[in-house]
C-alpha cells in the first residue's frame, strides 16, 4: 500500500456566532457512514414528455428538453490548445504579475505540480502570458492553477492495495486526527470516480466497483444480529497485518458508526456508478460479471422483498445516508426515494435476461411505476399544492379521501409560505402518515432530475426555486445540503442536542461544496447552465483559498465550518467533476437518465396509484 498526504495549513477554528447551543466540550466527531460497456439497451429514450395541467402551473420556464447523451468525446478536452506546449512549460516559467488574488496553498504547491508528467495521468497547468493586463485574463489564469492543484491533490488522496489503486480517502489532512478519514467511502468516491471517468482514467473505478462488491459478502454482524446479504459497506480501510507481513482490506458496514445504522445509499450508490462506468468506457464486460449480476440482486433483493408496506417508498432508519447523523430524517427521506429511483433503471439496464436476472427486471418494472406516481403525486410541492395542503380537511376515512396520509394543515411551518415562490416547486425531505417534512434537502432534488423522476416541468420548477431563493440555498458558499436549520426545542428533540449539528451547521443548513457537481449536471440536464457557471464562481473565489475544507457554517455559508476537515476529497473532485461537465457537457451521459416514453405514457393513463400494486402482471416494457 503507498499513501500520499498534501500539507496544509489549518484554518483557525472559528464557532458558528448563529448557534443557539453551547456544547459542554468540543468533541471531533468522526464522518461517520451509516451511510451511502459493449452497447447496452437501456431506458434512456428521447421523449416528448406530456404535462398535465397541474405541471403547467408549476413553472415559469419549462423548455422542451431535447438533450442528446450519446455522443462521447475521443478524449477529455484539453484545458488549452497549446496542450503540446505544456510539456516543455513548468510553472516555474510562469510570471504571475496580475494574480493578486492566487492563494497561498497554490503558491505553495506550485514546484509540486510543475513536477507532474503526462505519464501521472493528470492535465499539465495552462501556459501563461507574462502581459497579463485584464482581470479576466488573471482570473482564467488562477483558475487553471486551481484546477492543476485540485487534480494534484486527487491523485494525492489515492489509496492503494497490493500495487493498485481501489479508492480515495475521505481527506488528507495531515493535522487533524485522522479518525475514519483515512477510509474510502462508497458515496464519497463517486465525485472522484466521475472526475477520474471523465478522465479517461477507469482502472481506479474498475478496481473500486470489484473490490466493493467483493466485500459485499464479508461477514456483517453487529452483536448478536447479522446484517442482510445484500448489504454493501459504508467504507473501508488497508491494514498491515505484522504477523503476516501482509495488506488486508477491512469493511464498515455501520458497526463502527454513530448510532450503528447501516448505510442504505451505498448499494444504490454502487449500482448508479457501475452503469456510469459502463457508459463510458462501452464495456458492459465487467457488468456482466456474475459477481456483479449476483450484487446487483442482492442489494435489490433488499428494496424489493414484499413485506407490510403500502407504500412504494422505503422505509428508512436517520443516519442511513450522507445525513449520517440524527436529524429527523427517518421515515421515507427524498434522499432516498431518489437515489432508490435512480439505481432500479440503471439496474433495469444492466441486468441480464437470464433466468434470474429476468425475475428482477419484472419485479423493477412494477416498482418504477408505482414509485413514480407517489413521488410526484406526493412529494411534489408547489404554490398551488402548497394552498392545497393548507386547505385539507382532516380525518377522511375513505379509499378517495384527498388528504391521504391524514397531514394537520396547523403543521405547516410558518417559513414554508415565504419561502415558496409563486414559480418553482421541489420535492419535500419526507411525507409518511401525518407527516410531512417540508424542508429542502439539495441532493434527492438534483437526483431527481438527473434520474427522471421529475418531469422536464418539475425539473424546471427546481432550478426556477434555486434562483428565487439563491440567498437561502445558495449563499456565499454552494450548496446548503437542506434548508431551513432547526434550532430550539425542535433542535433538542430531532437531533437529541447534537453539537455538531447546531443550527446552519454541518447536516443542519451547513453548505457543503461537494453537492457542486450534481448542482451543474441538474442545470445543465436542464438547460440552466448559467445558473451552475455563476454557483462555480463562488467556489472559486474561496473553496482553494480555504484548504477545500469539507462544510461551511453560517446562515449564507461564510465561516469555514467549526469541525470541517481541510483537504476534503469529495470537495476537490465535487469541483473538478463540476468544471469538466461545464467545459464537456456531453459527459452528462454516464450521470444522467432521460425519461422513457412507454413509462410516462403508462402512468399518464393511470389515475390511482392502488392499480400499479395491483397490476395483473402482463410485461409493459
Keep these: ?91 516555474s516559467e510562469i510570471s504571475f504579475s496580475g494574480l493578486g488574488r492566487l492563494s497561498p496553498q497554490m503558491s505553495s504547491r506550485i514546484d509540486r505540480i510543475s513536477e507532474l508528467h503526462c505519464s501521472d495521468g493528470l492535465p499539465p497547468p495552462l501556459p501563461v502570458n507574462t502581459d497579463l493586463d485584464t482581470a479576466s485574463s488573471a482570473e482564467g489564469h488562477e483558475t487553471s492553477l486551481m484546477m492543476s492543484e485540485a487534480w494534484e491533490a486527487l491523485k494525492q488522496a489515492k489509496l492503494h492495495f497490493h500495487g493498485e489503486a481501489v479508492g480515495t480517502v475521505a481527506a488528507t489532512d495531515n493535522f487533524e486526527e485522522k479518525l475514519n478519514y483515512d477510509q474510502v467511502f462508497v458515496r464519497d468516491f463517486v465525485p472522484s470516480a466521475l472526475a477520474f471517468l471523465m478522465h479517461k482514467e477507469p482502472d481506479i473505478v474498475k478496481n473500486f466497483l470489484l473490490k466493493t462488491i467483493q466485500l459485499q459478502s464479508s461477514e456483517k454482524k453487529i452483536d448478536f444480529f447479522h446484517l442482510g446479504e445484500g448489504v454493501m459497506p459504508a467504507s473501508f480501510k488497508v491494514l498491515h497485518d505484522p504477523f503476516k507481513n501482509a ?136 404554490f398551488k399544492k402548497l394552498n392545497d395542503i393548507y386547505r385539507y380537511k382532516t380525518e377522511e376515512y375513505s379509499r378517495t379521501a384527498v388528504n391521504k396520509f391524514n397531514v394537520i394543515p396547523d403543521s405547516l411551518p410558518e417559513w414554508i409560505f415565504d419561502f415558496m415562490p409563486t414559480c418553482g416547486g421541489y420535492f419535500i425531505g419526507n411525507v409518511g402518515p401525518s407527516k410531512m417534512d417540508f424542508r429542502w434537502f439539495c441532493l434527492g432534488n438534483c437526483v431527481a432530475i438527473l434520474a427522471s423522476l421529475a418531469t422536464p416541468t418539475q425539473s424546471n420548477a427546481i432550478m426556477d426555486l434555486i434562483e428565487a431563493r439563491w440567498e437561502e440555498l445558495v449563499g456565499e458558499m454552494p450548496l446548503k445540503i437542506c434548508y431551513p436549520a432547526i434550532e430550539g426545542h425542535e433542535w433538542k428533540i430531532l437531533t437529541g442536542c447534537d453539537p455538531k449539528n447546531t443550527r446552519w451547521s454541518y447536516h443542519n443548513g451547513g453548505s457543503w461544496p461537494v453537492l457542486i457537481w450534481l448542482l451543474t449536471a441538474a442545470c445543465i440536464k436542464t438547460k440552466r447552465k448559467h445558473i451552475a457557471e455563476k454557483a462555480v464562481v463562488l467556489i472559486e473565489e474561496r473553496l482553494s483559498k480555504d484548504g477545500w475544507p469539507e462544510y461551511y457554517d453560517g446562515k449564507t455559508g461564510q465561516y469555514i465550518g467549526k469541525q470541517a476537515r481541510k483537504q476534503q476529497t469529495w470537495s476537490i473532485a465535487g469541483y473538478l467533476v463540476a468544471k469538466m461537465l461545464l467545459e464537456e457537457d456531453s459527459h452528462l451521459g454516464m450521470i444522467a437518465l432521460e425519461e422513457d416514453i412507454r413509462m410516462e405514457s403508462t402512468i399518464n393513463k393511470t389515475t390511482s396509484c392502488s392499480s400499479f400494486f395491483y397490476a395483473s402482471g402482463s410485461k409493459i416494457f
Excluded at 363 to 375: C, G, V
Design 1 to 91: 500500500m503507498s499513501t500520499h498526504s498534501v500539507d496544509v495549513t489549518p484554518s483557525e477554528h472559528v464557532e458558528d456566532p448563529e448557534s443557539d447551543v453551547t456544547p459542554s466540550e468540543h468533541v471531533e466527531d468522526p464522518k461517520t457512514d451509516v451511510t451511502p460497456s459493449e452497447h447496452v439497451e437501456d431506458l434512456e429514450t428521447d421523449v416528448t414528455p406530456s404535462e398535465n395541467a397541474e405541471d403547467l402551473e408549476t413553472s415559469c420556464i419549462a423548455p422542451k428538453i431535447n438533450f442528446d447523451f450519446s455522443k462521447f468525446p475521443e478524449r477529455p478536452r484539453k484545458l488549452s490548445k497549446d496542450g503540446d506546449m505544456l510539456r516543455a512549460k513548468s510553472l
Design 247 to 382: 495488506d488486508e482490506i477491512k469493511a464498515d458496514f455501520g458497526e463502527s458508526a454513530i448510532g450503528r445504522v447501516a448505510p442504505i445509499d451505498s448499494g444504490f450508490w454502487w449500482i448508479i456508478l457501475l452503469r456510469a462506468y459502463t457508459k463510458s468506457t462501452g464495456d458492459s464486460s465487467l457488468a456482466d460479471m456474475p459477481e456483479c449480476q449476483k450484487g446487483m440482486r442482492l442489494i435489490l433483493s433488499l428494496c424489493l422483498s414484499e413485506g407490510f408496506d403500502t407504500i412504494p417508498t422505503l422505509l428508512c432508519a436517520d443516519g442511513c445516508c450522507m445525513i449520517d447523523r440524527r436529524m429527523g430524517v427517518y421515515g421515507y427521506p427524498i434522499e432516498i426515494q431518489a437515489l432508490f429511483f435512480m439505481a432500479l433503471r440503471c439496474a433495469h439496464v444492466l441486468l441480464k435476461r437470464d433466468g434470474e436476472g429476468m425475475e428482477f427486471v419484472h419485479h423493477i418494472e412494477m416498482r418504477l411505476y408505482a414509485l413514480i406516481y407517489h413521488m410526484r403525486e406526493y412529494f411534489w410541492l408547489n
